[in-house]
């Protein structure tokens, strides 16, 4: 018998999902990545719950219930009723943990209602009394709203271990392999491989999950965020949109060995910004930021001319010196790249009319990035763009509204 971890590196104390895998894998599956896509790590039992399994095993089960995680999610299905281990192991361990504080114990009844538990001895009474979520016909709806459940005992168990300090939030759409120190994984890895082969069908998944972490941040008083990388800009923006300083979310961003403070001296943008006006009937502006490629540009465009956008104009952004990996070199000049940005942003759109979307290309620096989704919340729509893994071009990622 084995318990298998989803390989991610270790953040707040994950949950331990409880289930049986005949006929629940796939569905268990999908509900840890909501739960991944809202910060919440999860450790899934892989095993065969009706396979006897050594007292080590078994002991080892119990530690990782009791004292390695933030919560059993309980899987709740007819099946699982007869399962030794469930009842006689993992159960018990988590309502130890549920007595001694700080813990919690979501049951998730899938294919019975509450009542139906009742009769599961010696257990079932308590579980039914517990504040779970009941699987209606929405079982994505079911998933999400678990994801929200998890995501708010996390936060609370932070506030009362870490209170006043700022939340460390580790955004990861790419499997990097390295660990991070963090509060919260936000996990979109799965999402952006799909996103960036031109499935747009995560999207919204991902975006209503970026919006439940804000709206639990704000909730439990969370204001100061710092948000480590790993992740494609496109998601940086995202965050730093969502997340906003109008919301009063106060954001540090690191950059390499460094931490960018969206708030602070504003230092010398030097760049260039060229703006130019492509149709009068156009509703639509394209900013492309070229800060590290200077292919950006020409990729922008042949990705605005292949999509047949409604194209008002377009605005550039290119550092004096031209693009390269260094041309940002430290947080108040991105603060002065950010103040530019928007100031040319909100020029343009009113001299050409143009109310519609902004297309977001681009290429530098993920605390930039995110610096700037940070302050661009009063611009209506933005579509967001990434470049595909084969360097052929961009492909649409996440929209913002």
């Not at 700022?166 to 936000?186: K, M, W």
């Not at 390269?324 to 909100?346: C, Y």
Request: charged share 20%; hydrophobic share 45%; net charge neutral.
């Amino acid at each position: 018998m084995e318990v298998g971890l989803l390989r991610q590196p270790r953040v707040m104390r994950p949950f331990f999902v409880s289930y049986r895998r005949d006929p629940w894998l796939k569905e268990v599956t999908d509900l840890a990545r909501a739960c991944h896509r809202r910060g919440v790590q999860t450790i899934l039992d892989v095993s065969d719950p009706g396979a006897l399994a050594g007292s080590a095993q078994l002991d080892a089960i119990r530690t990782q219930i009791r004292d390695g995680s933030s919560g059993l999610i309980l899987y709740f299905s007819r099946n699982i009723t007869g399962s030794a281990v469930v009842w006689k192991v993992e159960v018990p361990a988590a309502l130890d943990a549920v007595d001694r504080g700080n813990y919690v114990l979501m049951p998730v009844f899938r294919d019975l209602r509450p009542s139906d538990a009742l009769s599961v001895l010696p257990h079932g009474p308590r579980l039914a009394a517990m504040a779970g979520v009941v699987v209606q016909s929405e079982i994505g709806a079911a998933h999400a709203e678990v994801g929200r459940q998890a995501l708010a005992a996390v936060l609370r168990l932070h506030n009362a271990e870490q209170s006043g300090e700022p939340l460390r939030v580790a955004l990861r759409t790419r499997d990097t392999g390295a660990a991070v120190e963090a509060d919260l994984y936000i996990d979109w890895t799965a999402d952006f491989d799909l996103l960036l082969r031109g499935d747009a069908s995560p999207a919204p998944a991902v975006i209503e999950a970026l919006q439940d972490v804000c709206k639990a941040l704000k909730k439990n008083g969370v204001r100061d965020v710092h948000l480590t990388g790993g992740a494609h800009l496109s998601a940086a923006i995202a965050f730093g949109y969502v997340c906003n300083r109008a919301a009063g979310y106060r954001l540090w961003v690191a950059q390499r060995d460094a931490i960018w403070a969206a708030d602070g001296p504003v230092g010398d943008a030097s760049i260039r910004v060229s703006a130019q006006q492509l149709s009068a009937s156009g509703s639509d502006v394209a900013l492309v930021l070229a800060i590290s490629r200077p292919e950006a540009v020409a990729d922008a465009d042949a990705a605005t001319a292949n999509l047949g956008l409604p194209l008002s104009g377009r605005i550039v952004v290119q550092p004096v010196n031209g693009p390269g990996r260094w041309s940002v070199a430290d947080e108040a000049q991105a603060r002065g790249i950010v103040n530019a940005i928007v100031t040319a942003l909100m020029s343009k759109r009113a001299e050409w009319r143009a109310k519609g979307v902004v297309h977001v290309f681009i290429a530098g620096p993920f605390a930039l990035a995110a610096l700037l989704g940070h302050s661009l919340n009063s611009f209506g729509p933005l579509q967001l763009y990434e470049k595909r893994p084969s360097g052929d071009g961009y492909v649409p990622t996440l929209t913002l509204a």
